[in-house]
């Protein structure tokens, strides 16, 4: 079977809006250590009609309500280049991450210009993030992920390397 994609432009498809945060939609993150593979996702399974493909590098699963309920990073770790990272200061507001945009297709491709994933070992801290270099605000989605928004759009996160992946990381101190 094969999915017919429709393409937006980046700005529109991610754009969204903060509901309060609720444990049940709470990112965490994991790898998949066959794959080499990063992902973050919420402790329910369920079904995610609704998907943003960015870049076929970074797919966004939606649930039927357009709420955030997975991300996966296509590019395995060990291709993740270095980058001195940290964890947000300002990281304190909790909400959930739910999109705007009404689909007329279940799966959404977008191409912003800039699309990159990094990561630290010493601090033990990952980003992925698109479509602007800097970010204007942070949202906590997860005791150790932070979602990146610029004016209203997602534009990428942030969060604590998983046990599996870290090297004798010093961790950044987290307020929970």
């Known amino acids: 079977m094969s999915v017919q994609l429709s393409r937006l432009p980046w700005e529109q498809a991610c754009e969204v809006y903060i509901e309060p945060y609720e444990?049940?939609?709470?990112?965490?993150?994991?790898y998949d250590r066959e794959g080499g593979l990063l992902y973050l996702e919420t402790p329910n399974l369920v079904e995610c009609p609704y998907g943003i493909n960015i870049d076929n590098g970074i797919i966004l699963d939606l649930d039927s309500?357009?709420?955030?309920?997975?991300?996966?990073?296509?590019?395995?770790?060990?291709?993740?280049?270095?980058?001195?990272?940290?964890?947000?200061?300002?990281?304190?507001?909790w909400g959930r991450i739910v999109f705007k945009w009404s689909a007329s297709s279940r799966s959404v491709f977008v191409?912003?210009?800039?699309?990159?994933?990094?990561?630290?070992?010493?601090?033990?801290?990952?980003?992925?993030?698109?479509?602007?270099?800097?970010?204007?605000?942070?949202?906590?989605?997860?005791?150790?992920?932070?979602?990146?928004?610029?004016?209203?759009?997602?534009?990428?996160?942030i969060f604590i390397m998983p046990p599996a992946t870290r090297k004798k990381a010093v961790l950044p101190k987290v307020r929970r």
């Open 65 to 93: 309500r357009a709420s955030l309920r997975f991300v996966e990073c296509i590019c395995q770790l060990r291709h993740w280049p270095r980058d001195e990272l940290c964890w947000p200061r300002d990281a304190n507001r």
């Open 23 to 30: 444990q049940h939609y709470s990112l965490s993150v994991g």
């Open 111 to 157: 191409e912003p210009d800039y699309v990159s994933c990094q990561l630290d070992h010493r601090n033990g801290v990952a980003a992925i993030r698109w479509g602007t270099y800097s970010e204007s605000s942070v949202i906590r989605v997860g005791p150790d992920c932070v979602a990146c928004l610029c004016r209203g759009k997602l534009v990428g996160f």
